[in-house]
């Protein structure tokens, strides 16, 4: 079906969604095949954005609230896939993803709030098959590397070993460069959601959340420090675990368990070797504990928001999220004891560079890469709709690299 635009940004005035348009006006751009549109709900401030970033006049301006669902509608009728950063999405993001579902327009987004996802996928899913949208969440730092590092890596362990990896270590080995603001902000609706509803904390804690129907083994504990013999390193809790853990089972489930029904996956914090690293492990978990408490405390939420959070077109700066990296390691297993580690590498700040990134490139693999792509509509992750079709733009455009390791020489804890 012909649609006047490729892609429409929406929130293109916010700080991300800002730094979105900037990327796709200097790589897609005047002489570019993409067409594509910046919305948001200020049409004189979508102006001066287009502006500022340099993109071409004929990138259109189209104005829409969030909470206008028969605006949305329209809205999302005139492109093939929608880019939305405007989160919370539990606050803002119902009435733009199901017209995405209603109108058979695919959606991406940076969602990291699980609770949400889990409410409302069984909502869409039908709809969504029946219009062919292709709704994928969790299309930035959460969960991308995660996801597609667990998928690369197990693509390369059928290819050598002809069978997959039953267990997988997610390790975070560096990092820098802040979470985004979008992300406390969220961490902190969710927090108010539990509140009222006291039930979402057993979504929260349920690996399998997002897969409605099924459920699967005991997972690792990441929330303690521990030794992990396979990477040679203490290791503490990851604040991002809770959604990408959540995200890589439901890849798993929607491509029918390639990885088997009894996969196992965690994800945490490289603290180092040694006494040193055992420190830095537990005092991470203390730090890690002592957080989710604050983010609990109404008291403290408020002073949160008054005093560390961004306000609304605030973020860091270019130095800063040039300056940032992140280096994830990846580690399994099969049946049989064989063993494959892959690292996933980005060069920019994860929560703002990075992400903009590959937020951008997971929306055009769906407008350029359709033969590669899931082709049903539906409710899928990065990793199932997407996959291995997107590594390639993620490693060309978005300063992404997969690489697979040797196994690190052993030594004593």
């Known amino acids: ?68 669902g028969a605006a949305l509608a329209t809205l999302v009728a005139r492109a093939k896939v929608v880019i939305t950063t405007v989160g919370p999405y539990q606050l803002y993001g119902e009435a ?55 998928v690369y890596l197990q693509h390369e362990a059928q290819q050598r070993f002809g069978a997959p990896l039953t267990s997988v270590h997610g390790r975070v080995r560096r990092i820098k460069g802040g979470i985004s603001g979008g992300t406390l902000a969220s961490g902190m609706a969710t927090m108010e959601r539990i509140e009222r509803e006291p039930a979402l904390a057993a979504t929260m804690a349920d690996p399998f959340a997002l897969t409605p129907g099924f459920a699967g083994p005991p997972q690792p504990d990441g929330a303690a420090a521990s030794y992990d013999d396979w990477v040679q390193s203490w290791t503490g809790p990851f604040m991002m675990a809770t959604i990408n853990t959540k995200n890589v089972h439901r890849t798993n489930a929607v491509l029918g368990h390639p990885w088997g029904k009894n996969f196992r996956y965690d994800e945490k914090m490289m603290t180092g070797d ?19 408490v604050a983010l609990g405390f109404g008291p403290a939420r408020a002073l ?59 929306a055009l693999c769906l407008v350029g890469d359709p033969d ?42």
């Open 304 to 362: 949160l928001r008054r005093f560390v959070l961004a306000k609304p077109g605030e973020g860091p700066d270019q130095k800063a999220r040039e300056s940032g990296r992140y280096d994830l390691l990846f580690v399994g297993e099969t049946a049989g004891g064989q063993r494959l580690r892959a690292c996933v590498k980005g060069d920019r700040d994860p929560g703002y560079g990075s992400t903009s990134k590959m937020l951008s490139e997971a």
């Open 274 to 292: 040694g006494p040193k690293g055992k420190r830095r492990a537990k005092n991470l978990t203390r730090m890690t504990w002592l957080q989710n």
């Open 372 to 413: 590669r792509t899931m082709a049903g509509g539906g409710v899928w992750t990065a990793g199932s709709a997407m996959g291995l079709a997107l590594i390639p733009r993620l490693q060309q455009y978005a300063g992404l690299s997969f690489t697979i390791e040797p196994e690190a020489a052993r030594h004593p804890a």
């Open 96 to 150: 733009l993803v199901r017209a995405c579902a209603a109108a058979g327009t695919d959606y991406v987004d940076l969602c990291g709030e699980p609770g949400w996802m889990a409410h409302m996928i069984p909502q869409l899913e039908i709809a969504a098959r029946n219009s062919g949208a292709r709704i994928v969440f969790s299309c930035g730092f959460d969960s991308i590397p995660f996801d597609l590092g667990v």
């Open 1 to 68: 079906m012909n649609k006047e635009f490729d892609l429409i940004v929406f929130g293109a005035t916010g700080f991300t969604g800002r730094l979105v348009v900037e990327y796709l006006s200097r790589h897609y751009g005047a002489g570019s095949d993409i067409r594509w549109a910046m919305a948001g709900r200020n049409a004189a401030k979508l102006a001066q954005v287009r502006k500022e970033v340099g993109a071409p006049d004929s990138v259109a301006l189209l104005t829409a609230d969030a909470g206008d």
